[in-house]
């Protein structure tokens, strides 16, 4: 498996090098041209690190605000079929919707601060989060929600020890997904509107084209979403090691 994807990288690296030698700096970067351009941001100068930080500074804010109103959203719409009516048509309306419609209203209110990025993020990631939530609410065993009322539990009781541990697989997988879906809000808002962060650090060096340069955070990103995808699977086979999506990873892993 290894063999086969070493040669492939490698074919990768010479279709690179082959496509741009003969061509202006401006329009594309050598591979040599790209390790020059990622060993001086990484190394000589460290400019990489600054946006990095910015970077998943929004990530992690995004991700935490939207597992904080995710979660009680999802399992009032999943427990009370009331709110489920009252909310679930704004729910589907704005999941449904390219979130980046908002931008250009998005930064009227709130112009290019960090608070724009943090909503463009929490609006990206906090549907899949509502959404798993809510489903795995409404497939609690009402046997085990029986169980609890005849030991005279109250709706608080209830919900603390029997639907919230029955419901983790599907909120785990909606953070899950949540944390892909804000990784990419991240990036996107930053190329959309800002100069801050690793798409900003894009622009910029676009803007000066710099091209070998722009592939540094490119990468960087690309990088970025594997480790969070890596994560994510791991803290959910922590997680929720009992469900049969956890124990397949962990058997292909």
Not at 9 to 28: D, E, N, P, T, V
Not at 64 to 81: C, F, K, N, Q, Y
Not at 188 to 195: D, F, H, K, R
Request: charged share 15%; net charge neutral.
């Amino acid at each position: 498996m290894w063999l086969v994807r070493i040669v492939t990288f490698l074919i990768i690296l010479g279709i690179w090098q082959l496509w741009a030698q003969h061509k202006q700096k401006a329009i594309a970067a050598t591979p040599k041209e790209f390790v020059q351009a990622v060993w001086h941001q990484l190394v000589t100068d460290g400019t990489f690190f600054g946006p990095l930080w910015s970077s998943m500074e929004a990530f992690v804010l995004g991700v935490g605000l939207s597992l904080l109103i995710g979660i009680p959203v999802g399992i009032a719409m999943g427990r009370w079929r009331s709110v489920e009516h009252t909310i679930d048509p704004y729910v589907s309306f704005l999941y449904a919707i390219p979130h980046v419609a908002f931008v250009p209203i998005m930064i009227v209110w709130l112009g290019f601060r960090l608070e724009f990025r943090l909503a463009y993020v929490v609006i990206s990631a906090v549907f899949p989060v509502i959404i798993n939530t809510m489903t795995g609410v409404k497939a609690v065993d009402e046997q085990l929600l029986d169980a609890g009322k005849s030991f005279c539990a109250d709706e608080k009781t209830l919900v603390r020890t029997v639907i919230l541990p029955s419901a983790s697989p599907y909120i785990v997988a909606g953070g899950r997904q949540a944390m892909s879906a804000a990784w990419v809000g991240v990036v996107v808002a930053e190329v959309l509107s800002t100069q801050d962060g690793l798409g900003g650090l894009i622009n910029k060096y676009s803007d000066e084209f710099l091209t070998a340069d722009m592939y540094v955070p490119i990468i960087g990103i690309m990088v970025i979403a594997v480790t969070i995808q890596f994560f994510a699977g791991w803290l959910q086979r922590k997680l929720t090691p009992w469900t049969n999506a956890a124990q397949r990873e962990r058997e292909g892993g």
